[in-house]
């Protein structure tokens, strides 16, 4: 069972560039999240579905854009990657009634 | 004010030493309270969780929450330096609204 998963693992991008940052879970869980870690800042939500079809905006959706393939497949698109965007994303998903979030390994982005 | 606020520390104890971890928040509305922990390069994991008001314990560890005050607690008895990671609270309200509030997470060492 390898739950929550992420690809790439790191990554460097010049200004400028476009990446799309991939998120699969197989624990049929209908939510999934995609969140930003900053030293300093703590966990931000960027981008979440509560379900398959639908996405809705977090607290710094500006710069990114999502797409939720199917059930399990949930990326993240940055269109022109920005300095700023320098971060550690987490990808996570959560059965319908729970509080619990899943976490993937995270992927570390630097944009230079 | 952020609704959830957390000391980041750092902390740092000897082994054995009783471990008290804390957040306060401001939406009177949170009513599911969490624990995660963070190990360093890696996703969050859940440790522990409490509905609503009260104590629950988990072998070494022992999350309060006191509504009336808007103040959680995590205690972690005869810490092991295996403990040594960032512990993050985080809360919801009741319902549908699968979002999460994070605090900024406390980072703790503890030193053989």
């Known amino acids: 069972n390898a739950g929550v998963t992420q690809t790439p693992k790191f990554q460097v991008l010049k200004t400028g560039q476009s990446m799309t940052l991939q998120c699969a879970q197989d624990m049929n869980h209908n939510s999934m999240y995609w969140y930003r870690q900053d030293p300093g800042m703590g966990l931000r939500l960027i981008y979440y579905s509560a379900s398959e079809g639908t996405t809705d905006k977090g607290e710094v959706p500006n710069g990114y854009n999502v797409s939720r393939l199917n059930k399990r497949e949930f990326s993240l698109r940055l269109e022109s990657a920005a300095p700023s965007q320098t971060s550690v994303y987490f990808c996570?998903?959560?059965?319908?009634?729970?509080?619990?979030?899943?976490f993937g390994p995270g992927t570390r982005l630097t944009v230079t | 004010q952020k609704e959830v606020e957390q000391d980041p520390g750092p902390l740092s104890v000897p082994e054995g030493a009783i471990v008290s971890l804390n957040c306060t928040y401001s939406n009177s509305a949170f009513q599911y309270f969490m624990w995660y922990r963070q190990y360093s390069r890696k996703g969050p994991e859940l440790l522990m969780y409490t509905y609503s008001s009260g104590n629950k314990e988990d072998g070494r560890f022992t999350a309060q929450v006191d509504k009336s005050s808007k103040y959680i607690s995590l205690f972690i008895r005869d810490s092991q330096p295996s403990d040594s990671a960032t512990y993050l609270c985080a809360m919801r309200g009741a319902g549908n609204n699968r979002k999460l509030i994070w605090g900024l997470g406390t980072s703790l060492a503890v030193n053989p």
């Open positions: 996570a998903s959560s059965a319908d009634s729970l509080y619990e979030q899943y």
